[in-house]
C-alpha cells in the first residue's frame, strides 16, 4: 500500500490551497452576506483548471484521476462551501453525464465550453414530489417528429441559472415499459430553448453564494439526437452520476470539517480565559484530538473510495459511506468548532458560523443520510 499522493497530485493540492487562501477566502463571507454567484471567481476557478479535471485532454480537460478531483475539492471547501458547490456540480453533475454517456458529437459540443468555464450545466434530477424518491419523475418527453417535446419541472438545481448556464440533463418519462413502469431517458436542454425557464432560488441557509434554481419546460421542443445515451437508459445514468457526486460531497464534508478544526484549534490557542489558552482545558484538547482522529479516519475512507474509482473497481457503497461519514463530520466539527468560539462563533464576522450553516446541506444533497444508510444496508445484504 502507498499513502503518498503522486507528484502531481501534491503539486495541484498546493497550488489550490494557495488560491482558495488568497482569491476565495477573502471575499467568501461577504458574498455568503449579500448572497451573489461570482463570475469572477468563477473565471478564475476555471483559470486553474477546476473545471474538467477528469475529462481528456482532448475535450478540453486536464485528463487527472478522480483522486485529484477529490482533492482540489476539498482544498477549495476548506475555505467556502458555496464555491466548492459550484466546482462539485460543475464536474461531478453538470460534466460527468455528457462525458460518460454522451455521443462523440455531444462531447465535441460541450465539453471544451463546460471544462473552460465559458459555461456551467446542470443536474435536472430532483422534482417538486420527486426527491429521495428519484424514479417518481413526472417530467415529460414526447417525441414528436425529429423533437421531444417536454414539459414538468425540476427544483434545487445547481449552476442551472447563472448567466453561463448553457443547459441541463433532465431526467424525463419517455414511456411506459413493458412491465407497466414508467421509461426514464435523459435529455440534454439547451438554456435558450424556448419554453424552458429558469427561476433562481433565493434566502437559502447555506451555499448563499452558489447558484440554485427551479426550471420549467413547457412544451420546449429539443431535436430528437440530444437524447443522452440509449433511451431508457435515464435513471441508471443518474445513479451512475449521483455515485461520483457522492464522493465531491465527501470532499465538501472533508474539506469543510478541515476547514473547522483549523480555525478552532487557532482560536482555542489564541483565546484565553481564566489566564490560560482555552486549548490547555483537558475537554478542549480532547475535542480538537477527537476532530483530528476523525477527520483522519474520513480521509482514509474518501480516498479509498476514489481509489476504488479510479481503478476501475465497483465503488459504490464506498461512495455512500464516504458521503455519509464526511457530511456527520462536518457536522461534527462545525459543531465542536462553534462551541470553541463561544460566543464569537454565532457571529458572522467569524468564517465558523457560515460553516456551521453550509454543513447541512451535506447531509441532505446527493441523496440524504438516510438515503445512503438504505445504499449500505442494500449492499451489505441487511435491507
Ligand atoms: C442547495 C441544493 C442544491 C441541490 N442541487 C441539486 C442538483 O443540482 N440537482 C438535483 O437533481 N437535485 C439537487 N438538489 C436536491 C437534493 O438532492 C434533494 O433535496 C435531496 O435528494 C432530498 O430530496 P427532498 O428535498 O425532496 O427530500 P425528501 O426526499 O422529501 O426527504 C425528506 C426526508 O424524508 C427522508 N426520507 C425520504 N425517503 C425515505 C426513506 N425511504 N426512508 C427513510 N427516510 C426517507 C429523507 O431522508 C429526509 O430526511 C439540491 C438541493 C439543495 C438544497
Redesign the pocket.
Known amino acids: 500500500m502507498d499513502f503518498n499522493l503522486n507528484m502531481d497530485q501534491e503539486i495541484l493540492r498546493d497550488s489550490v490551497r494557495k488560491f482558495a487562501e488568497s482569491e476565495i477566502k477573502p471575499v467568501a463571507g461577504e458574498l455568503d452576506k449579500k448572497e451573489e454567484f461570482s463570475y469572477d471567481t468563477m473565471r478564475k476557478m476555471a483559470e486553474l483548471g477546476l473545471f474538467g479535471i477528469v475529462v481528456p485532454e482532448k475535450y478540453g480537460g486536464q485528463g487527472m484521476d478522480y483522486l485529484s478531483y477529490i482533492i482540489a475539492t476539498e482544498e477549495v471547501a476548506r475555505v467556502d462551501g458555496s464555491h466548492a ?1 459550484t466546482i462539485a ?1 460543475g464536474n461531478s ?1 453538470g460534466i460527468a453525464p455528457i462525458q460518460y454517456f454522451g455521443t462523440e458529437e455531444q462531447k465535441q459540443k460541450y465539453l471544451p465550453k463546460l471544462c473552460s468555464g465559458e459555461a456551467l450545466w ?5 422534482e ?1 414530489n ?5 424514479s417518481n419523475s413526472s417530467t415529460t418527453a414526447v417525441l414528436d417528429g425529429n423533437e421531444w417535446v417536454v414539459n414538468g419541472s ?7 441559472s447563472t448567466k453561463i448556464s448553457a443547459g441541463v440533463t433532465a431526467l424525463c418519462r419517455t414511456g411506459t415499459r413493458d412491465d407497466g413502469r414508467p421509461e426514464l431517458s435523459c435529455i440534454l436542454i439547451e438554456t435558450d430553448t424556448p419554453g424552458y425557464t429558469t427561476k433562481s ?1 433565493h434566502d ?1 441557509m ?2 448563499r453564494a ?1 447558484n ?1 434554481s427551479e426550471l420549467y419546460f413547457e412544451d420546449c421542443r429539443v431535436p430528437k439526437e440530444n437524447l443522452l445515451g440509449p433511451r431508457g437508459s435515464g435513471f441508471h445514468q443518474m445513479m451512475q452520476t449521483v455515485d461520483g457526486g457522492r464522493l465531491s460531497i465527501g470532499a465538501m464534508g472533508l474539506g469543510g470539517a478541515q476547514g473547522c478544526y483549523d480555525m478552532a484549534l487557532k482560536y482555542s490557542e489564541e483565546r484565553e480565559q481564566f489566564g490560560r489558552p482555552i486549548s490547555k482545558f483537558q475537554v478542549n484538547a480532547f475535542k480538537l484530538a477527537d476532530m483530528a482522529l476523525a477527520i483522519e479516519s474520513a480521509r482514509l475512507l474518501l480516498y479509498k473510495a476514489c481509489w476504488l474509482r479510479d481503478n476501475n473497481m465497483p465503488f459504490s457503497m464506498e461512495a455512500a459511506m464516504a458521503k455519509l461519514s464526511c457530511s456527520e463530520l462536518m457536522h461534527d466539527c462545525a459543531n465542536h468548532a462553534v462551541q470553541l468560539h463561544g460566543g464569537y462563533g454565532l457571529m458572522k464576522e467569524y468564517d465558523v458560523e457560515r460553516f456551521y450553516r453550509d454543513q447541512k ?1 451535506l447531509e ?8 445512503q444508510r ?1 445504499v449500505i444496508a442494500r449492499h451489505i445484504g441487511a435491507l
Open positions: 458547490a456540480a453533475l446542470g443536474f435536472g434530477l430532483t417538486p420527486a426527491g429521495s424518491d428519484a425540476k427544483i434545487f438545481i445547481t449552476n442551472a432560488m437559502k447555506m451555499w452558489s440554485t446541506l441532505i444533497g446527493e441523496g440524504t443520510s438516510e438515503v438504505i
